[in-house]
């Protein structure tokens, strides 16, 4: 694993891009959304609730109440952002809810039978995430073709420190492993127009984790502060193209592509020749071929 240094000079050409955030208002979002209107960029929030009054920049700031889980309300969101600001250059895709049900409690329907699961986590947490890359990709293909210019942006999700090791509570730990797999199967798709990149969070201080009580069990808690620099370093760094930032107690570590980390490491254990990934690739030219 790679241990990374985020100057605030590698930050620097954030100035004047257009944000879009999902999950904006509280938390890692918007520790995010505060740091990027810092660094001179533009901000479009899409969230349930609204940020606090003294958030609020209407020249640099817009505030669109959306619903990670519905599609008209997200794609209302990407179209308010460019009606304000007329493009998006970055998407954070972020919005997110903590864990709630292990899908195998004994709930019971109306009819006493047993009921499906709660799904509301992966709804928000990778449904949403799905919904917010289709949508981005569109409105970059569409402002570039409007402006008559070569496809650009870049997608940062929000992964999880629990999308790659066990972690005891289903429904969260299988939409975030669904995240890291999204974006690990979009980099090679969408490049080299499109960068897609995710960080790996540990234990923050958000709304979703009780930072005081992990306290008096002797955790540390990091600030969101500490996230949102490496979500800024994604967007600015153009170098980054499928990489996972982790980040811990003001470290970073890239933990995806870098020597020593995980895709090398797996590739390492199995020693096969050759990779799903590229027997796919290959299936996919000889069929485009014929």
């Given at each position: 694993?790679?241990?990374?240094?985020?100057?605030?000079?590698?930050?620097?050409?954030?100035h004047d891009k257009v944000i879009l955030i999902t999950g904006g208002s509280s938390g890692i979002?918007?520790?995010?959304?505060?740091?990027?209107?810092?660094?001179?960029?533009?901000?479009?929030?899409?969230?349930?609730?609204?940020?606090?009054?003294?958030?609020?920049?209407?020249?640099?700031?817009?505030?669109?109440?959306?619903?990670?889980?519905?599609?008209?309300?997200?794609?209302?969101?990407?179209?308010?952002?460019?009606?304000?600001?007329?493009?998006?250059d970055h998407v954070f895709a972020n919005a997110g809810i903590g864990p709630q049900t292990d899908f195998l409690d004994e709930s019971l329907d109306e009819s006493g039978e047993l009921a499906p699961p709660n799904l509301q986590v992966i709804n928000v947490n990778?449904?949403?995430?799905?919904?917010?890359?289709?949508l981005a990709v569109h409105y970059f293909r569409k402002s570039a073709g409007r402006h008559n210019e070569a496809v650009t942006?870049?997608?940062?999700?929000?992964?999880?420190?629990?999308?790659?090791?066990?972690?005891?509570?289903?429904?969260?730990?299988?939409?975030?492993?669904?995240?890291?797999?999204?974006m690990r199967s979009l980099v090679d798709q969408l490049s080299p127009a499109v960068r897609v990149n995710a960080i790996a969070p540990s234990w923050t201080s958000t709304g979703l984790v009780p930072g005081d009580f992990l306290a008096s069990l002797g955790v540390a808690v990091q600030d969101p502060g500490v996230v949102a620099r490496s979500v800024v370093f994604l967007f600015t760094d153009s170098k980054r193209n499928g990489h996972l930032i982790y980040s811990w107690e003001g470290k970073y570590k890239e933990i995806d592509k870098a020597e020593g980390g995980l895709l090398g490491t797996a590739r390492k254990i199995l020693g096969n020749p050759i990779s799903e990934d590229e027997v796919?690739?290959?299936?996919?030219e000889a069929t485009e071929g014929k």
């Open positions: 694993m790679a241990s990374l240094e985020i100057s605030n000079e590698a930050l620097d050409n954030i979002g918007r520790a995010t959304a505060e740091f990027c209107l810092q660094l001179g960029a533009k901000v479009v929030i899409g969230d349930l609730n609204a940020p606090a009054c003294d958030f609020l920049s209407p020249e640099k700031l817009k505030f669109i109440r959306t619903d990670i889980t519905s599609w008209d309300s997200l794609r209302n969101l990407f179209n308010e952002g460019i009606n304000a600001f007329g493009r998006i990778l449904i949403g995430a799905i919904y917010t890359a289709r942006g870049s997608i940062v999700f929000t992964a999880s420190a629990s999308s790659f090791q066990n972690f005891g509570a289903p429904d969260y730990a299988t939409a975030k492993h669904g995240v890291l797999g999204l796919l690739r290959k299936m996919r």
